[in-house]
């Protein structure tokens, strides 16, 4: 079956391009996976991965224990830089994500459950998914694989079949019957967004071409699901312009509702700075409004 030794000869030529430029971080909350990214010894990651540590213990593909330390992280994407010393390290290649398509074979490197260089594959299932981490995050145009995401995995290389980064993997999507992780269905932050925001990270330690559209509000849940409550208007900002006042409850978004702050960060991760958008309000006195505002940029 030539076609067929074709494919499993090009998964292992993959294997080899690409696990060298996979690490794994460990800190004092647990494991996960990283990219190298540059000749510089910058290694890009989950944020989730860092934590809240500072300092890190990076294991390379052949066991070499080195170094690392914080360079940035921006949680908006779950993205963060570490940095090591660089000698003998192998930069990834990466794709443009804009290029994929739904069947594209896809591949994922890591280090799950702390197994190290680990080699699973599937497909791009889908594109440009809104999808909630469940802490505050929104992922945004995230990819969907069937290539098996597990603890450890997170920070780690999804590939094509030419081993160019395609994205990272960082969520396994939860089935809330069954109240653990729904096989075949994982989530990767797309190769332009990790590109883009590692730059920044390198060059300045933040990120101000974020991508990602932003009110100008903190706020808070209700527990009632009758929208999001503004707890502070800051100064300035596109919800400022726009009148909204502390106390104002969200309750949509261009129609679509928002009962609570995952739905608001899913709604916003699917629009763009610059749009401008009609927000629902309701006011303390109970009264309703709709107001129009354009939408500004996030930056850390």
């Given at each position: 079956?030539?076609?067929?030794?074709?494919?499993?000869?090009?998964?292992?030529?993959?294997?080899?391009?690409v696990?060298?430029?996979?690490?794994?971080?460990?800190?004092?909350?647990g494991?996960?996976?990283?990219?190298?990214?540059?000749?510089?010894?910058?290694?890009?990651?989950?944020a989730?991965v860092?934590?809240?540590a500072?300092t890190?213990?990076?294991?390379?593909?052949?066991?070499?224990?080195?170094?690392?330390?914080?360079v940035?992280?921006?949680?908006?994407?779950?993205?963060a830089?570490?940095?090591?010393?660089?000698?003998?390290?192998?930069p990834?290649?990466?794709?443009?994500?804009?290029?994929?398509?739904?069947?594209?074979?896809?591949?994922?490197?890591?280090n799950?459950l702390?197994?190290?260089?680990?080699?699973?594959?599937?497909?791009?299932?889908a594109?440009?998914?809104q999808e909630?981490?469940?802490?505050?995050?929104v992922?945004?145009?995230?990819?969907?694989?069937?290539?098996?995401?597990?603890?450890?995995?997170?920070g780690?290389?999804?590939?094509?079949?030419?081993?160019r980064?395609?994205?990272?993997?960082?969520?396994?999507?939860a089935?809330?019957?069954?109240?653990?992780?729904?096989?075949?269905?994982?989530?990767a932050?797309?190769?332009?967004?990790v590109?883009n925001?590692?730059?920044?990270l390198?060059t300045?330690?933040k990120?101000?071409?974020?991508n990602?559209?932003?009110?100008?509000?903190?706020?808070?849940?209700?527990?009632e699901?009758?929208?999001?409550?503004?707890?502070?208007?800051?100064?300035?900002t596109?919800?400022?312009?726009?009148?909204?006042?502390?106390?104002?409850?969200?309750?949509?978004?261009?129609?679509?509702?928002?009962?609570?702050?995952?739905?608001l960060?899913?709604?916003?991760?699917g629009?763009?700075?610059?749009?401008?958008?009609?927000v629902?309000?309701?006011h303390?006195?109970?009264?309703?409004?709709?107001?129009?505002?354009?939408?500004?940029?996030?930056?850390?």
């Open positions: 079956m030539p076609a067929a030794a074709a494919l499993q000869n090009a998964f292992h030529a993959v294997y080899t391009r696990s060298p430029s996979v690490v794994q971080i460990a800190t004092s909350e494991l996960g996976s990283g990219i190298v990214f540059d000749t510089k010894g910058d290694i890009v990651t989950n989730h860092v934590g809240s500072s890190f213990k990076v294991t390379t593909s052949t066991g070499k224990l080195l170094a690392g330390k914080l940035g992280t921006f949680a908006e994407d779950d993205l830089v570490i940095k090591v010393p660089a000698s003998g390290l192998q990834a290649s990466f794709a443009n994500s804009d290029q994929l398509q739904i069947g594209d074979i896809a591949m994922a490197i890591g799950p702390g197994l190290s260089s680990s080699f699973t594959e599937g497909i791009v299932s594109l440009n998914r909630p981490e469940g802490n505050g995050v992922l945004q145009n995230a990819l969907q694989t069937s290539a098996p995401i597990n603890p450890g995995n997170s780690g290389a999804l590939v094509d079949i030419q081993g980064v395609i994205g990272i993997p960082t969520l396994a999507a089935d809330p019957q069954m109240g653990g992780a729904a096989a075949g269905i994982g989530f932050i797309p190769s332009n967004t590109t925001i590692a730059k920044q390198i300045s330690g990120v101000t071409n974020s990602r559209a932003y009110l100008g509000v903190k706020i808070a849940d209700t527990g699901g009758s929208g999001v409550y503004v707890t502070q208007v800051l100064a300035g596109p919800a400022a312009k726009a009148g909204l006042k502390t106390g104002d409850l969200i309750t949509a978004v261009n129609g679509t509702q928002t009962p609570d702050s995952s739905a960060g899913t709604v916003l991760a629009l763009k700075p610059g749009q401008t958008v009609k629902g309000v309701m303390q006195d109970g009264s309703h409004d709709t107001v129009s505002l354009t939408l500004g940029e996030f930056s850390s």
